[in-house]
């Protein structure tokens, strides 16, 4: 299996200055060949990269750069260009690719060589081809038995480097369980970010006062003048700022999925369009700092890394539908217990959305849900018979 595992990089200013100019080199190559995308007929991705030894004959600065990472940058920009037709194909809008500006090309990738992972005088260095050796901050061990196919150099907004490291590993993920016996359904939401079928509600994580040093941050720069040097120096502290959130908000999201993707041989959650959520007209402040898309994305990898199933359901329904007779009854967003009118089930809102969702989770793998006699049933509101997908069954995870 293959991971990508991040690392701080701690160069020294010569490197620094090194780094900067490579990468800047790099968006030139990048913004180079756009062009000729845009104004030459009948370029190819490779035939471009085939042109790259007699570009060098005349772009002489190109000779300090690594031959292979080279070859990456004409690669991304048609890498770029293939996604973008696959939108467009999908029937979503789509414009063109745009010239690289400084600021907005941050990284460049070594694959397969040019870069090695050593120990020097007791501190773990990385040595990049045609750059030096730059200090790593090895903040965890890579797993045993595992090989390191490509590094890629990354710029963040607040001035700081990172070296992330495309691992692959020599073992599988263990085999799902046929029959799993610890199954949960998870339903997201804002007060509570996750309730359980098992009960378990986790509140939101609490970034209020991060926020308001943001917001304090964000005043001052509007204060700058424009481009100058304290604008840019500013810049910075807003950027560490945003920085702060993001890696609070993650560091909760990765605990948070590893919890149930280890605890767990089954994980049922709801299949949600964030983008959809966040046009909504309201709200949409919260929803974003939620990053449900983001949380579901990890839940379901490292469910796969962890020999877990991962079902993503159809939202639709799941809260207005009864979890012990399956009655629909219409709530509006402030009633937060669920009371059924037909059979006086009562329970929290969030608790009988996350029943719901494993339930269905259940039938959707197929399995947890055995074949017997109805024992109990129940009647909706204003009739006299039940429909059989109602019916419910002695021993369903439901009850």
């Not at 035939?47 to 005349?58: H, T």
């Not at 870069?115 to 890579?142: A, D, M, W, Y």
């Not at 329904?317 to 059924?340: F, I, N, Q, Y």
Request: hydrophobic share 30%.
């Amino acid at each position: 299996m293959r991971y990508n595992y991040r690392y701080r990089l701690n160069p020294s200013d010569a490197l620094r200055e090194t780094l900067d100019r490579h990468r800047d080199l790099y968006r030139q190559v990048y913004n180079h060949f756009l062009h000729r995308l845009n104004h030459v007929d009948g370029t190819t991705k490779y035939g471009e990269i085939n042109e790259l030894p007699s570009i060098k004959k005349w772009w002489s600065d190109l000779s300090d750069l690594y031959s292979r990472t080279l070859q990456n940058v004409v690669e991304r920009l048609y890498d770029n260009l293939s996604r973008l037709k696959d939108a467009k194909e999908n029937g979503r809008k789509v414009g063109s690719l745009k010239w690289k500006a400084p600021h907005e090309y941050r990284s460049f990738t070594y694959r397969q060589s040019g870069f090695e992972l050593k120990n020097t005088s007791g501190r773990t260095v990385l040595r990049l081809s045609k750059i030096g050796e730059i200090p790593v901050r090895l903040h965890r061990e890579l797993p045993d038995g595992t090989t390191v196919k490509q590094v890629t150099v990354k710029k963040e907004p607040t001035g700081e480097w990172f070296a992330v490291l495309g691992i692959e590993t020599e073992n599988d993920a263990p085999p799902k369980p046929e029959n799993p016996e610890r199954c949960v359904g998870i339903d997201v939401g804002i007060l509570k970010y996750a309730h359980d079928s098992d009960g378990t509600a986790v509140g939101s994580l609490d970034l209020s006062d991060e926020r308001e040093r943001l917001e304090r941050e964000q005043r001052k720069l509007s204060r700058k003048d424009h481009g100058s040097a304290n604008y840019r120096k500013q810049q910075r502290v807003v950027a560490r700022r945003h920085a702060d959130l993001k890696r609070k908000r993650r560091d909760f999201l990765h605990k948070l999925s590893n919890y149930y993707a280890r605890e767990y041989d089954l994980v049922a959650a709801e299949d949600l369009d964030a983008k959809s959520l966040m046009e909504l007209p309201s709200n949409s402040r919260n929803r974003a700092s939620a990053s449900w898309g983001t949380f579901l994305r990890m839940l379901e990898y490292k469910c796969d890394r962890e020999g877990t199933h991962f079902v993503a359901v159809d939202p639709a329904g799941t809260t207005k539908e009864c979890s012990a007779c399956g009655v629909e009854t219409k709530k509006p967003l402030w009633v937060r217990e669920h009371s059924c009118p037909s059979c006086g089930f009562e329970v929290d809102r969030d608790a009988n959305a996350a029943l719901n969702i494993l339930s269905c989770g259940l039938t959707k793998v197929g399995t947890g849900c055995p074949e017997v006699t109805p024992a109990e049933t129940a009647l909706p509101t204003g009739t006299d018979s039940v429909p059989g997908k109602r019916v419910i069954e002695t021993g369903s995870p439901a009850l």
